[in-house]
């Protein structure tokens, strides 16, 4: 793909834009930046991944104040991501607790944290691709050969793309990966590149870039089934530079993986529509956002989902929602019916976090007893593996449930 100097230049900004963001905001991942000087290319899909995850922190920045000065009142408000999250992205309380989720605030934090918080995990947005990010990024040092053929490559994970915590989790000092590269994607033909790697011990894990006009795209998979049984995610977001229009999607299929640990019995689905105001490359305002967050979990025994949603602006009404069950019967995380909401009066604005929200009542929970947004087996979604193959970008216009596949 071929851009011209003034497109080359804007996506050049958007990378500045990202090292600035991750310094300022991520101090645990601040030896990730990279290189200033690296020009967004589908050739190197770890920086087209990397801008929008820096516009992904920001947008959660926006959630409590924008770069005029103006901050929200009441409990969302806070100095830095670090004093409402928790490594995990999960919020805390004033005494550093968790915060209650039957409270009011729950929900808006929830997806603050969610969005300004670089876990390195699945448990944030942008740290949902982070692995795949750092491990594209130390393929591309070496360099890749896109002739769809596989080939050995000897690697050593370093601080230059990963961080001290996942070289810690990762307990690796060398490895050799299966590579094969191809233009365009050859597992998805919408996108310019693609890049599979196979890791001895790991699993699958593919990243895949396009770019076109001032728009940035890009779709990753991590497939761990060769490892761990029905243990699976992927994630896919653009962003347009000339219109701001950012979207976000995220499919993380464990619930039935049943491996130790903490990384299985579980499955997470997110969706997100932002629209940012751009000056100069760099985020000024965030003037709507709606999404939607849903999480099941299941031990054998006991079993707990959660949905949250968001849709609004802190200019004219910021509403977020918050819905949950617990059960001893599964399939009842697949049915909306058995979901009940924790009310909560909060409407956010600039002036008040008790706004009238009248006219955006948020998104609601549907009634259907065939709940597809959370994953649950019991309700025939998508496998992820279909998915992957044939997305045509995001196309949703908006957040809702309706048009889950």
Excluded at 42 to 52: E, F, H, N, Q, R
Excluded at 345 to 365: K, V
Aim: glycine share 8%; hydrophobic share 35%; net charge negative.
């Amino acid at each position: 793909m071929i851009f011209n100097n003034e497109i080359r230049k804007v996506l050049a900004v958007a990378v500045l834009f990202h090292v600035a963001t991750l310094v300022a905001c991520q101090g645990k991942v601040d030896e990730v930046v990279g290189s200033p000087s690296v020009t967004v290319s589908a050739d190197k899909p770890s920086t087209v991944v990397g801008a929008v995850q820096g516009v992904i922190v920001e947008v959660g920045n926006g959630l409590v104040s924008d770069n005029q000065g103006q901050a929200v009142q009441g409990k969302i408000q806070a100095q830095n991501v670090n004093a409402l999250c928790n490594e995990h992205a999960m919020p805390l309380d004033e005494q550093g607790g968790y915060l209650d989720s039957q409270g009011p605030d729950y929900p808006s934090r929830l997806f603050y944290c969610k969005l300004a918080q670089n876990s390195g995990s699945p448990d944030s947005i942008p740290g949902s691709f982070q692995q795949i990010k750092a491990i594209s990024c130390m393929l591309e040092k070496v360099g890749i050969v896109y002739d769809d053929q596989e080939r050995q490559v000897h690697v050593t994970p370093d601080t230059s793309c990963f961080t001290a915590q996942q070289l810690e989790n990762m307990q690796v000092q060398a490895m050799t990966v299966t590579v094969r590269a191809s233009k365009p994607a050859f597992f998805n033909t919408y996108y310019d590149s693609g890049v599979s790697m196979t890791i001895p011990g790991m699993g699958i894990y593919r990243v895949a870039a396009k770019l076109s006009g001032t728009k940035m795209e890009f779709l990753t998979q991590d497939d761990q089934t060769s490892v761990s049984p029905n243990k699976s995610g992927t994630f896919a977001a653009s962003f347009d530079l000339l219109t701001g229009e950012l979207k976000y999607e995220s499919r993380g299929d464990r619930f039935q993986c049943a491996e130790q640990g903490g990384t299985c019995g579980w499955s997470r689905h997110e969706r997100l529509l932002a629209q940012v105001g751009m000056t100069n490359g760099e985020i000024t305002s965030v003037s709507k956002i709606e999404a939607i967050a849903g999480e099941i979990y299941g031990d054998g025994n006991w079993f707990s989902a959660r949905v949250s949603t968001i849709k609004g602006s802190l200019a004219n009404g910021l509403k977020a929602r918050y819905f949950m069950v617990n059960s001893n019967t599964s399939a009842d995380l697949g049915d909306a019916t058995k979901y009940s909401e924790v009310v909560n009066n909060r409407c956010y604005t600039h002036a008040s976090d008790q706004a009238d929200c009248s006219a955006n009542p948020g998104i609601e929970l549907p009634q259907e007893a065939s709940f597809k947004f959370n994953l649950h087996p019991s309700t025939q979604y998508t496998s992820t593996q279909a998915w992957v193959s044939q997305l045509t970008g995001l196309g949703f216009t908006s957040v809702n449930f309706n048009d889950v596949q």
